[in-house]
T-cell receptor
Framework: QKEVEQDPGPLSVPEGAIVSLNCTYS??????FMWYRQYSRKGPELLMY????GNKEDGRFTAQVDKSSKYISLFIRDSQPSDSATYLC???????????FGKGTSLLVTP | AAGVIQSPRHLIKEKRETATLKCYPI?????VYWYQQGPGQDPQFLIS???????DKGSIPDRFSAQQFSDYHSELNMSSLELGDSALYFC???????????FGPGTRLTVT
């Protein structure tokens, strides 16, 4: 069983909607949490990263970490068609800095 | 801003052949990671290097080897290629003790 679980979707929302993406994890030793966006056949693009519980905001994106529940979220406000991509959560810190990824959630934002 | 560079971007090889993938990290990044992403899968960690030394090892087959050079670029050498090695291979770089990793565009390897 994967240490990081993520609903693969697909998730379809209308333009302007608030999107909520989530991951759960089982390894309490994970300390660092990241969200990547990946367009088809492209490399993962780092969106957000944090190492503590709480919220971190960057423009339309908010990352939320709840270590007590082993649950992380990414919120996208005012979603745009250009946000259509696969969103991967990733975490590390249990042993070195190697990333453990979720399966990724496919998001489609329709005009 | 400069990004991670990977070459070649596409590679087609036959079974039992060898392949070499190259990665040039972001300037002033001294740590390199290699990941393999199969079709419809999430990236799987293979191996990492810091200051030319292997720093961590994941699910890298014995047929694969890698190294990091004095200019911090890294090469992934793959021998006795199998059909199952067909995948996207990503390199990521970071500064030492920085947990955030920045990925390159990947090399798409097709083994026929």
């Amino acid at each position: 069983q994967k240490e990081v679980e993520q609903d693969p979707g697909p998730l379809s929302v209308p333009e302007g909607a608030i999107v909520s993406l989530n991951c759960t994890y089982s390894n309490s030793a994970f300390q660092y949490f990241m969200w990547y966006r990946q367009y088809s056949r492209k490399g993962p693009e780092l969106l957000m990263y944090t190492y503590s519980s709480g919220n971190k905001e960057d423009g339309r994106f908010t990352a939320q970490v709840d270590k007590s529940s082993k649950y992380i979220s990414l919120f996208i406000r005012d979603s745009q068609p250009s946000d259509s991509a696969t969103y991967l959560c990733a975490m590390s810190g249990s042993s070195g800095y190697a990333l453990n990824f979720g399966k990724g959630t496919s998001l489609l934002v329709t005009p | 801003a400069a990004g991670v560079i990977q070459s070649p971007r596409h590679l087609i090889k036959e079974k039992r052949e060898t392949a070499t993938l190259k990665c040039y990290p972001i300037p002033r990044h001294d740590t390199v990671y290699w990941y393999q992403q199969g079709p419809g899968q999430d990236p799987q960690f293979l191996i990492s290097f810091y200051e030319k030394m292997q720093s961590d090892k994941g699910s890298i087959p014995d047929r694969f080897s890698a190294q990091q050079f004095s200019d911090y670029h890294s090469e992934l050498n793959m021998s006795s290629l199998e059909l199952g090695d067909s995948a996207l291979y990503f390199c990521a770089s970071s500064r030492l003790a920085a947990y955030e990793q920045y990925f390159g565009p990947g090399t798409r390897l097709t083994v026929t």
